[in-house]
């Protein structure tokens, strides 16, 4: 019957063009800096980072002299170091070397196949790796902090090694597939068919949404871990942060929630800059004396 045949057709026409849609759909749009830390008068090296596949990372290492320890600074989805540096300047006021980097295709990194979150702490790693080869004197404790995609990542890269000293996660979502979900309804996607599209993500990336969701990877962190989180962001709910809490409650993990901001407010982040230099204290982590401002204590989680 020939209606049978197009019916064949159509579905043999779909099954071509969905995944060219996937990776469309999800392609990382070109953002590179359009300047640098120096226009902050800040002293700076532009690093380059061997990552996976002879890949590499484009970065900023912002020193302080006599400095041991260093926070490694990753940008989310389609950012870039460059807008991370007002996130970098309160720790490096504190006496802290700063390092931020690009993820794969991002800024101006190396393009490569696809990103994800796993290559996110792929890159986050290999940025350890290579802080630790080239300035050993200056990583003797080392910090990770991300903003969404790259909070969950640093979340991923701690909970697979034991020389992180301590976490901060910005606007992680609590599980890649809520975050899908999420997106493909908003895009007015059929239900079967975004179980569909779940599925080849996952074995695109080679990682099943369970394994590196920060629901369950916060779990495995053994170094103390900051969730910072804005009650307005509409791009991921504060409900992912009080998952991702409610899932690990344990006394190194801590919450706090930022009243008015949003997924990009980094302003409104930047007035709890104290809060998050004295977690960083409480870490044992060296700080200037003009930072010390007190304990971040667990009643100053969720501020109203």
Known sequence: MWYFGIIFLIFVVLLFLLPLAIHFGFRVPEN?????????????????????????????????????STIIILHGWGGNAEQMLPMALPFHRAGMNVLLIDARNHGHSDRDSFSSLPRFAEDAEKAIEWLKRNHPDSSRK??????????????????????VDAVISISAFAHPRWMMQRFLKQSRIPNFLSSIVIRYVEWVIGHRYDEIAPVNTICHIRCPVLLLHGESDRTVPIEDALAIEE??????????????????????????????????????????????????????????
């Open 32 to 68: 590179p800096e359009k300047t640098d830390p120096g226009s902050l008068g800040l002293e700076f090296e532009t690093v380059s980072v061997p990552t996976v596949s002879g890949k590499h990372l484009f970065g900023w290492l912002l020193p302080v002299p006599g400095a041991e």
């Open 142 to 163: 080392i910090a990770l902090l991300g903003h969404s995609v790259g909070g969950g990542a640093v979340l991923y890269a701690a909970s697979r090694r034991s020389d």
């Open 247 to 304: 899932g690990c409650r344990r006394p190194h993990i801590t919450l706090l929630t930022v009243e008015g901001a949003g997924h990009e407010s980094v302003e409104k982040i930047k007035l709890h800059e104290k809060e998050l230099i004295a977690f960083l204290q409480d870490c044992d982590f060296p700080i200037r004396l003009s930072y010390v401002s007190g304990k971040l204590h667990k009643n100053q989680q969720r501020e109203r």
